[in-house]
T-cell receptor, first 115, second 114 residues
């Protein structure tokens, strides 16, 4: 799976948009970009994933550059409850032949939402 | 609906003892995963089940670690002769299977080996 690079930490004011970047310059054509987050003392939580088109759901938006070498997770109106470590993971969505769907977590970005 | 549950939530044991950690996945999820999270290593994959078989055990750190899954549901992770470096939060996740890759995580079991 492709390696990802994220800033170790970011701050965001409550109510403002949080934009979390991720670089994945070695991504392959069949690899998706996934985002998970982990709030303190909880298990990771899926946020969103995409291949090449921008995606939006009730939690966030995912913007993937045209060359797919980087992406940005956008939380449109950050709240204090969004303070968490955000993980960008790049991997194939479906593997066959008994292969695994394991997630390989990097170090993520600690997003601190300030009141 | 009910999410992934794990028990116990906390476990303190003495070095050399065996421990069993339990995971109840979301009903109907065919895929089950074990991860662990420790201060020095971050979040790391241990083992993956599809049904009752484990096609990927590549993350198990030693032969002291084993896991099984019965009835395509409950899974048990066993650590024999625990060592202090086994201290970590052990997380279980489940998903619908290969076509659905959103993994739902449980709250974890915090294991402390004294």
């Amino acid at each position: 799976d492709a390696k990802t690079t994220q800033p170790p930490s970011m701050d965001c004011a409550e109510g403002r948009a949080a934009n979390l970047p991720c670089n994945h310059s070695t991504i392959s054509g069949n690899e998706y970009v996934y985002w998970y987050r982990q709030i303190h003392s909880q298990g990771p939580q899926y946020i969103i994933h995409g291949l090449k088109n921008n995606e939006t759901n009730e939690m966030a938006s995912l913007i993937i550059t045209e060359d797919r070498k980087s992406s940005t997770l956008i939380l449109p109106h950050a709240t204090l409850r969004d303070t968490a470590v955000y993980y960008c993971i790049v991997r194939v969505a479906v593997e066959y032949g008994g292969a695994t769907n394991k997630l390989i977590f990097g170090t993520g970005t600690l997003l601190a939402v300030q009141p | 609906g009910a999410g992934v549950s794990q028990s116990p939530s906390n476990k303190v044991t003495e070095k050399g003892k065996d421990v069993e950690l339990r995971c109840d996945p979301i009903s109907g999820h065919t895929a089950l995963y074990w991860y662990r999270q420790s201060l020095g290593q971050g979040l790391e994959f241990l083992i993956y089940f599809q049904g009752n078989s484990a096609p990927d055990k590549s993350g198990l750190p030693s032969d002291r670690f084993s896991a099984e899954r019965t009835g395509g549901s409950v899974s048990t992770l066993t650590i024999q002769r625990t060592q202090q470096e086994d201290s970590a939060v052990y997380l279980c996740a489940s998903s619908w299977g290969r076509e659905y890759n959103e993994q739902f995580f449980g709250p974890g079991t915090r294991l402390t080996v004294l």
